[in-house]
């Protein structure tokens, strides 16, 4: 399916969610709304919930429509190209769903990890970027914000909390930054503007990431057992990588750094050490640079 022959027929994107019927990670619904605007259409709408269109609304370039309403949905679905995430289907010149991009012998992490090539090789586009938002003029009231959570199934991205605590105690004491971490439960509301709020992000392989690329912020990630490709895209991003990959991990990813990852154990293990392998100093050099390109 090329663009330039939906692009003719229609001026406008739709985009459908329903996470009742089918849910993405927060974070790759992000991705897709940083990639459509290489589809070139005249202008893009977001039908999503309360929190998907938190997030949404973020982007300048976004047009955000609530789940519920209804009328305005049917309107657009006549005169817009429609972008599914929803539903099951057969693409054609008027739709394309995505569930058709995904491989049953991928699990939803894999699959995940190659959403933005193979939606771009779906639409023939062989060169794209990631847009963010250019418009919102940020106040900053922190110079450093820790986005270090992740689910208790993946808590094998999370940086030791000793280190951690190590790398603040040094840019609060040696750099004489204002730091805040990432509450536990944390209101997405909240999490969204205490990023936006942040002059730096250092945050794990997490939403943190995608919110901090939505504003372009200077965002350090550091990245263990997970990596998307398409993260280099993103200008203002530093990625981290350990020394070395745990004894587990080094065999599957045979320490390729920048290649999609999905960093899994098998069942009932818990050995992956890769996050203690990347240094303190590391981070905290980097930090010193942005500081010194005076953001």
């Known amino acids: 399916m090329g663009k330039e022959k939906i692009q003719n027929k229609y001026q406008n994107l739709l985009i459908l969610t329903n996470r009742d019927k089918f849910r993405l990670p927060f974070g790759d619904y992000l991705r897709i709304l940083a990639f459509v605007p290489n589809l070139k259409f005249k202008n893009f709408f977001f039908v999503g919930d309360k929190d998907l269109l938190l997030l949404s609304k973020e982007h ?11 009328k305005l949905i049917s309107h657009l679905k006549k005169n817009s190209f429609i972008f599914d995430i929803e539903n099951n289907g057969k693409n054609s010149d008027k739709i394309f769903y995505l569930k058709t991009l995904l491989n049953p012998k991928k699990n939803d992490k894999q699959n995940m ?15 794209y970027k990631l847009f963010h938002n250019k418009k ?85 990630m550091l990245s263990g057992p997970n990596y998307h490709e398409d993260s280099i895209l993103h200008r203002s991003q530093i990625t981290i990588f350990p020394k070395q990959f745990c004894e587990y991990h080094k065999k599957v990813f045979k320490n ?3 290649k999609n990852r999905v960093g899994t154990l098998p069942k ?3 050995k992956c ?14 930090i010193k640079e942005l500081i010194n390109e005076k953001i």
């Open 60 to 70: 300048d370039f976004i047009n955000s429509v609530r789940i519920k309403d209804n």
């Open 113 to 127: 990890a190659d959403l933005i090539k193979n939606i771009a090789k779906n639409f023939k586009i062989k060169k």
């Open 136 to 220: 919102i003029n940020f106040k900053t009231n922190n110079d450093v914000y820790f986005s270090w959570q992740a689910p208790n199934a993946w808590k094998i991205k999370e940086y030791p909390i000793k280190k951690m605590k190590l790398l603040n105690h040094k840019i609060k004491n040696e750099l004489g930054l204002l730091t805040k971490f990432q509450k536990k439960n944390e209101l997405l509301s909240t999490y969204i503007k205490n990023i936006k709020n942040s002059k730096i992000i250092i945050s794990i392989v997490n939403l943190g990431c995608h919110i901090s690329n939505v504003f372009d912020k200077n965002l350090i």
């Open 256 to 258: 390729k750094k920048f």
């Open 268 to 270: 009932g293990t818990n």
């Open 273 to 286: 050490y890769c996050m203690k392998n990347i240094e303190v100093n590391e981070i905290y050099n980097k």
